[in-house]
């Protein structure tokens, strides 16, 4: 499974991106998929997961503002981000997962919170 990661960019606090993630294959759909994000200088974090059952979890830092979703259709997961805050800035990636391991990763795309 390959995975490619678009939608990042420069916000103003406050703002809201959404990110994607697109997968090759045709075995998307039995995947749990997990954003991580990897701020400055710090390691990486996960941030939230669906399962194949569209089952979500999430950090703390981001419940209530972030939310993951899935499109077994188009073999894509997306990370809605609203309320974004600088210490949200990070290079965001996104993960299968396998028997609760991150397996494939895709390259990231920076999200950059100004204040």
């Known amino acids: 499974v390959q995975l490619v990661e678009s939608g990042g960019g420069l916000v103003q606090a406050g703002g809201s991106l959404r990110l994607s993630c697109a997968a090759s294959?045709?075995?998307?759909?039995?995947?749990?998929m997990t954003w991580y994000r990897q701020p400055p200088g710090k390691q990486r974090e996960w941030v939230a997961t669906?399962?194949?059952?569209?089952?979500?979890g999430y950090a703390a830092s981001v419940k209530g503002r972030f939310t993951i979703s899935r499109d077994n259709t188009k073999n894509t997961v997306y990370l809605e981000m609203n309320s974004l805050k600088p210490e949200d800035t990070a290079v965001y990636y996104c993960?299968?997962?396998?028997?609760?391991?991150?397996?494939?990763w895709g390259q990231g795309t920076q999200v950059t919170v100004s204040s």
């Open positions: 294959g045709s075995t998307f759909s039995i995947y749990h």
């Open positions: 993960a299968t997962m396998v028997v609760g391991q991150p397996s494939n």
């Open positions: 669906i399962t194949s059952g569209y089952i979500t």
